[in-house]
């Protein structure tokens, strides 16, 4: 049965374009492309290829048996003919075992890599990974670190996930494994629709419009420095508050604080070599007029009293009712 492996990467639109798949499955199916129903796998958690992936790393021989029995039960499932779509960014960054030290990552990629290959070895597979612009990439991803839990600074964090730009490499594991790889930019994706263009460049049509991803209301840059300084705050009643913190850093009251608001960055001249690693210091030209994010101590003291303040408020009173709910 012929495969379609999209393994992201991250900040690519990988949430919408899953989102998109499942609520078009039956459509999909009678073009003949399968997108296998979470409600049969994993107890129907929603994005059931992030915990089939997960299972693909597992030490434990029953969970990666498990894997593979769900995954083989699915090609058995499916009519002659048929293709099957799984999408899933987790498995630009997993590694086997799940912990590995800095001087084995790479290893540990090869090995997860390899082990993915034995989950699907029935199958004639093809990865598909859609790649964006280093720069905004790394902002993008910083951001998304940062809420959930990240406490350093940028240039820490390109280190610490060096490998993830590391896109030549990476592509080369899985062509090592899995023999073909297919490759697009996000760039392109944003501009014809992600699930248009993915679906498109295997082979099939999407069968209803793609609204492209909604916008989502991004911080300003300088709050990601505020909300990882407070992260780096360790406690239990601050890593209550985190996704408090996260909901206050979209708020007009978190604007307020900060009311300077023209574009910034975390790219600056010194962590350019860091993309010309890979070739690639071009990345940053789309970046050029924006000044260095940087957050005083005074605005760093403004945005705790705005937090405490909103806290307070009705808006943050409901949404803690409906977290709870």
């Not at 911080?219 to 705050?233: E, G, I, K, Q, V």
Request: proline share 5%; charged share 30%.
């Amino acid at each position: 049965m012929k495969l379609f492996l999209h393994v992201g990467t991250h900040k690519t639109g990988s949430t919408h374009l899953q989102i998109y798949l499942r609520n078009h499955a039956a459509e999909l199916a009678r073009q003949g492309l399968v997108y296998p129903d979470p409600a049969d796998w994993f107890g129907g958690k929603p994005q059931v290829a992030q915990h089939l992936l997960t299972a693909a790393a597992a030490q434990k021989k029953n969970r990666f048996d498990a894997c593979r029995r769900r995954v083989d039960q699915a090609r058995l499932d499916a009519r002659p003919g048929d293709t099957m779509l799984i999408s899933s960014e987790p498995a630009w960054r997993r590694t086997f075992p799940e912990i590995c030290p800095p001087d084995e990552l790479w290893e540990g990629r090869r090995r997860y890599v390899r082990r993915l290959r034995r989950v699907f070895a029935r199958f004639d597979a093809t990865v598909v990974v859609c790649l964006r612009n280093r720069a905004t990439f790394g902002e993008s991803h910083y951001g998304s670190a940062v809420k959930s839990g990240y406490a350093k600074g940028f240039e820490d964090y390109l280190e610490d996930h060096a490998f993830m730009f590391d896109y030549n490499r990476q592509t080369a594991l899985f062509r090592e494994a899995f023999g073909d790889v297919l490759t697009y930019t996000y760039e392109e994706a944003a501009r014809e629709g992600v699930s248009e263009t993915l679906l498109r460049k295997i082979g099939f049509v999407a069968p209803a419009p793609d609204d492209r991803p909604p916008t989502r209301r991004s911080p300003d840059r300088r709050l990601f420095l505020w909300l990882a300084r407070r992260n780096a705050l360790a406690g239990e009643e601050l890593s209550a508050t985190r996704s408090e913190r996260t909901a206050f850093s979209i708020t007009g009251a978190a604007a307020a604080a900060l009311p300077d608001a023209e574009p910034t960055t975390f790219w600056s001249e010194r962590t350019r070599p860091f993309l010309e690693r890979f070739d690639d210091g071009a990345a940053m030209d789309g970046l050029a007029g924006r000044r260095l994010a940087s957050l005083s101590e005074a605005e760093h003291a403004a945005l705790d009293a705005a937090f405490e303040d909103w806290r307070s408020s009705d808006e943050a009173r409901r949404r803690r009712a409906r977290v709870a709910a």
